[in-house]
């Protein structure tokens, strides 16, 4: 009995290649695929929160109120030297605030930047003014710095440091700015060169003693170059927050005098002339004058250091 071949296998049809597949592979060999969509929301915010205003801002303040010349509120601005005079008060404000921040951060930050006991605990303290908030640490502040009955000044009068009649004033005055800024800016320094000088390799710190070096030329020679970036970028982050001072410059400060800060410019432009253009226009020059203050920080850092900064940050 013969066996009858077995039949041949049909032959297996070539589908035409997908041309959305092959799109989506050129594409994925550029970094374009599916996860990109997670930057959508990121997207979104910036646009709807910082470009579009921004822009609006920019157009606005290119149509005065009083003037058909586009330029009508720039020229305002530095003509009048009450308005003029805001830009350096806020700077004498807002840059030694963001100084003291970075520089008292640092050894604070360096001592605790490996284990040590307590560290928990001490890191929870030094946070809490985030906690507080501006209005709170103002009240604080009026309560403990009153010239007649604060705490401060009693001491002074039960110490015979001063009389009654010539207390130490820290409050409605530019003093009572600063350190309302330091309190309130110190955390958000120390938190984050605490986590650059964590993300530097002990390693090198420790090679550096094997060889004879020095606490404090291990330091200024290894440490400070690799945390030199962060720094900067510290400096410029708290540098922006004490730059848009508000509250603190009315509450602890004198508005109308020695700490009339662009800011309140701005506020009295909207709320008080209720002139949107002058107050973008306001607005505006405080960004600009913030990036060049960054910029020269940024610049400053490259010229003084161009490697990694082997931290977190």
């Known amino acids: 009995m013969t066996v009858a071949p077995p039949a041949p296998a049909p032959a297996r049809r070539h589908r035409p290649p997908d041309p959305r597949a092959h799109l989506s592979h050129r594409l994925a060999e550029r970094g374009i695929d599916r996860t990109l969509w997670l930057l959508l929301p990121g997207v979104v915010f910036l646009v709807a929160l910082f470009i579009y205003p921004l822009a609006y801002g920019l157009g606005l303040s290119f149509q005065p109120l009083k003037s058909t010349d586009p330029l009508y509120n720039y020229k305002q601005f530095f003509t009048d030297h009450l308005q003029r005079d805001t830009i350096g008060t806020t700077l004498r404000i807002s840059l030694p605030a963001a100084l003291v921040n970075v520089i008292a951060s640092v050894p604070i930050a360096y001592r605790m930047r490996g284990r040590m006991r307590g560290k928990r605990f001490i890191t929870t303290m030094l946070v809490i003014p985030i906690t507080l908030g501006t209005v709170l640490t103002a009240d604080g502040m009026l309560k403990f710095f009153d010239p007649a009955g604060g705490w401060f000044n009693k001491t002074l009068f039960a110490s015979h440091i001063r009389t009654p009649d010539q207390p130490v004033l820290l409050i409605n005055n530019y003093w009572g700015v600063v350190i309302s800024l330091i309190i309130s800016g110190f955390p958000f320094a120390f938190l984050l060169i605490l986590s650059y000088l964590s993300g530097i390799d002990p390693s090198l710190d420790a090679a550096a003693s094997t060889l004879g070096a020095s606490p404090r030329r291990r330091f ?30 009315y509450l602890v400060g004198n508005p109308t005098s020695t700490t009339r800060v662009i800011s309140i410019a701005a506020y009295e432009a909207r709320s008080v002339e209720t002139n949107d253009s002058k107050a973008s226009t306001i607005a505006l020059i405080m960004a600009v004058i913030e990036l060049l203050v960054i910029s020269v920080v940024l610049f400053g850092r490259g010229r003084l250091y161009r490697g990694s900064t082997g931290g977190k940050g």
């Open 220 to 249: 200024w020679q290894i440490t400070f170059p690799l945390l030199a970036p962060g720094l900067a970028i510290t400096f410029c982050l708290t540098f922006v927050l004490a730059f848009s001072v508000f509250p603190s410059a």
